[in-house]
């Protein structure tokens, strides 16, 4: 069976959406910090940030309509038992075994595409905090026009702390993906697989030697 | 001896009661004819009162003046006489004038006896009036009869005279161009500006100014400017007599000779009227003040010297950029509560046009302007307050509610005060929300509105900010206008201010008030963590409350730096475990 692990369509959509999220996450942070102008002048960042908002919300459609169409949704991002088995596994490897030069405990498939740990931070990301960010971007983006929403949600304050809290893990999860991401054969090894589609390393169901760790 | 003598005693005695009698006898005889015509002739007094000779009042004797004299010798004192007998109706317009009012008799103008003799004029008393306060007080002095402005005229007529010269005259069509039999500004603008050719030969003018009233009523107070400088002025009904080719008369636009005060009836509206500022008070010459602005803010400062000291220190007076008249029209002015604060913004755009784009920095610039007025954030001395009160929609705009409109709403005759409930300290964040809530119930279009107002105003605005754009001195718990926050409740007889406290910021838990919410927080700081790690127990607790969502950028941050740390460790690691397996 050969198959691409990072189908062009996800590469195009992970690079855009990378983007994207490095927009926000500085325009975003100069917003937090109320003195304008340290990183951008509030207004543009609040125009910026509005709309790479919207760009992230539509690229999230995209993956979401793309990953259901195509099975990978329900294919790579339900934890299974055998995942919560594989955390500590996979965890000792991380905090221990690289460092010993072992052999990484999962290797990537078509059928399992992201390792136990991954899976979870994946799972958490693009089900829980990017959702969340995004809605509660939305309210923000006309508070007058969804008021009763936000009302009903407990009010501003509570969008707000919504809105920060899941920014702060999706950071979290960035910085913890950008490390990972140097933790292939060599450090670039991952990212040229994210442009070039991984093509020749994953063939077929375990054929592949290479380690599968980005996170 | 002694019987001569006797008899020459008695003889003498009779003698002398004899001749009593005769001369007691001539002396009826001489006063029976006056008796008996009640007149004494004018030239029987003239022949003891030999001044009065060549007297003349008229055709009057002495006696119908001198009107108890009804015989001769008359008593050392004499009533006054009476001008009122003959000059009734002159006396009755005396007794209402200032002459009268100050004491003065008839004789002190009057030379009763001599009317032709010392005859009187204001002058004669009056000799040296400045009329210091009289606008073009020479102009005025010389054109018009003191009655103009100080009696009560009865008819007065100005009159236009415009004798044109030379071979041929002019025809009195080429002023009356348009041939209604009435020269407008129009018609005689173009007529003084008629080439020489065509008017043939100069033309002069002259006015006159004619007014008829009673001498004698001198009103206590003159006239105002108006009653010439209107449009139903004294000398409204100007005419034109034009020496042209035949004497023409017409009517002619009087303002084109008399200015008229466009101002006249909305002054005395204004604060300046109302708080009884005269025309004279400034314009002390008709010569327009404004053509100097310097001076004209001089003639401001008579009154509003300490308004002019601060002004003339603040950036828009050391660069004189700016003068009192291009902001305030004293004409019209209103006192700085009259005025709204889109009034006020107004005032500052007419310089400040770009004021949009020069505050584009600021985040939802539009909004700010909604709620402020420019001397919120451009003069830090000015006192300001937070008010609240309460709006509908209506069509789009916000329209605060009086009276009678929220008594509907919250039923007829209810005490608006006590909707803030019974206890005397009025909060912000329960409260006014909880009323706001409950209102809303009853009106969805109901809301509760706010503006930060400048209350006294302090005339430096140099504060320009450009370089703080600090969001956090009025984002923040400690803005100055939450010292003085008042809501306007509307009451039957005016509106009240009620005091509240509290602040805004995102305080109430609902955003009900997300029209004039401040989004923004302090952030969290490093004074606020050494205080959370320095107190001890249910003060850390209380502490850890008060932090509320300061604490999400507390844990995020600490989190990302948590994990930036163990990535840098691990990356070490790599390195080392890495040459240690080369090796």
Redesign the interface.
């Known amino acids: 069976m050969r198959g691409q692990l990072h189908p062009l369509a996800l590469r195009i959509w992970h690079w855009v959406n990378a983007a994207m999220i490095i927009v926000l996450m500085i325009t975003g942070a100069s917003l937090?910090?109320?003195?304008?102008?340290i990183l951008f002048?509030?207004?543009s960042a609040?125009l910026i940030h509005k709309y790479a908002g919207y760009a992230v919300a539509a690229s999230f459609l995209f993956w979401l309509v793309y990953c259901g169409v195509t099975g990978s949704l329900s294919r790579y991002y339900v934890i299974r038992s055998e995942d919560l088995k594989g955390m500590p596994k996979q965890a000792k490897f991380y905090l221990f075994g690289?460092?010993?030069?072992s052999e990484n405990p999962f290797h990537p498939t078509l059928q399992e595409k992201f390792n136990p740990l991954q899976k979870v931070a994946y799972v958490f990301t693009m089900c829980v905090f990017t959702p969340a960010v995004i809605i509660s971007g939305i309210l923000f983006s006309n508070?007058?026009f969804f008021?009763s929403v936000?009302?009903l949600m407990?009010?501003?304050?509570?969008l707000?702390?919504v809105h920060?809290?899941a920014a702060?893990a999706v950071?979290?999860y960035l910085?913890?993906h950008l490390?990972t991401s140097t933790l292939g054969k060599t450090p670039l090894t991952h990212i040229k697989e994210m442009f070039t589609g991984d093509e020749d390393h994953v063939e077929s169901v375990g054929s592949s030697s290479t380690t599968r760790t980005a996170g | 001896m002694g019987y001569r003598s006797r008899k020459n005693a008695v003889e003498r005695s009779m003698e002398k009661k004899t001749v009593a009698m005769i001369l007691l006898a001539l002396g009826l005889v001489l006063l029976l004819p006056l008796r008996a015509g009640s007149q004494v002739k004018t030239s029987e007094c003239l022949d003891c009162h030999e001044g009065y000779k060549g007297y003349s009042h008229g055709s009057k004797s002495c006696t119908d003046c001198h009107s108890t004299i009804t015989s001769l010798p008359h008593p050392n004192s004499l009533p006054r006489p009476s001008c009122a007998e003959c000059h009734q109706q002159v006396v009755y317009l005396y007794d209402q004038s200032v002459h009268n009012e100050k004491g003065m008799a008839c004789k002190e103008c009057h030379n009763v006896h001599f009317l032709q003799k010392d005859k009187k004029r204001c002058g004669s008393c009056h000799g040296n009036v400045s009329h210091r306060t009289l606008p073009s007080s020479a102009k005025h002095l010389d054109r018009l009869a003191c009655i103009a402005c100080h009696g009560k005229p009865v008819s007065t007529q100005m009159t236009v005279r415009v004798v044109t010269k030379g071979k041929g005259a002019v025809d009195p069509r080429t002023i009356d161009r348009n041939g209604d039999q009435f020269i407008d500004r129009d018609e005689w603008t173009s007529f003084q500006g008629l080439p020489r050719s065509e008017s043939q030969g100069k033309f002069s003018v002259e006015k006159s100014y004619r007014v008829e009233g009673d001498m004698h009523l001198i009103t206590v107070k003159p006239v105002k400017c108006e009653a010439c400088h209107s449009a139903k002025g004294f000398f409204s009904h100007a005419r034109l007599r034009f020496f042209g080719k035949t004497v023409t008369e017409l009517p002619i636009d009087a303002s084109i000779f008399i200015p008229q005060l466009p101002v006249s009836a909305i002054f005395a509206q204004t604060v300046h009227g109302r708080s009884g500022v005269k025309c004279a008070d400034c314009h002390t010459s008709q010569k327009e003040i404004a053509q100097d602005r310097s001076e004209s803010d001089a003639v401001c400062a008579k009154c509003h010297k300490e308004v002019e000291d601060v002004y003339n220190n603040s950036a828009h007076g050391t660069q004189g950029v700016a003068h009192c008249v291009d902001c305030h029209n004293p004409h019209r002015i209103r006192s700085y509560r009259e005025l709204d604060a889109e009034e006020r913004l107004a005032v500052c755009a007419r310089c400040h046009k770009d004021y949009l784009s020069r505050h584009s920095w600021l985040p939802n610039t539009s909004l700010h302007f909604e709620y402020l007025e420019c001397a919120t954030c451009h003069s830090p001395s000015s006192r300001k307050s937070m008010v609240f009160y309460f709006a509908q929609r209506k069509q789009g705009q916000k329209v605060p509610l009086r009276y009678d409109e929220l008594s509907v709403l919250v039923g007829p005759g209810a005490d608006l005060r006590n909707m803030f409930g019974s206890g005397r300290d009025i909060s912000v964040d329960t409260q006014i929300g909880q009323l706001f809530i409950n209102l809303k119930k009853q009106e969805p279009s109901l809301l509760i509105d706010a503006a930060i107002l400048v209350t006294k105003v302090y005339h430096d605005y140099s504060i320009t900010r450009l370089e703080e754009k600090k969001c956090v001195i009025c984002h923040s718990r400690d803005a100055h206008f939450y010292e003085s926050m008042y809501f306007i409740l509307p009451q039957k007889e005016g509106p009240e201010y009620i005091r509240i406290r509290g602040t805004l910021l995102s305080a109430y838990p609902l955003s009900t008030f997300i029209n004039i919410s401040l989004l923004g927080e302090d952030k969290i700081s490093k004074r606020d963590i050494d205080a959370f790690l320095r107190l001890k127990g249910t003060a850390k607790i209380d502490q850890a409350r008060a932090l509320g969502f300061k604490w999400i950028d507390f844990f995020g941050i600490t989190l990302i730096a948590i994990i930036l740390i163990g990535v840098c460790i691990h990356i070490i690691l790599r390195i080392i475990s890495r040459i240690a397996v080369r090796r």
């Open positions: 937090r910090i109320s003195e304008p102008k002048g509030y207004s609040v690289i460092f010993k030069g508070i007058l008021r936000i009302d407990g009010g501003l304050r509570v707000d702390a920060v809290i702060y950071a979290v910085v913890v490390y």
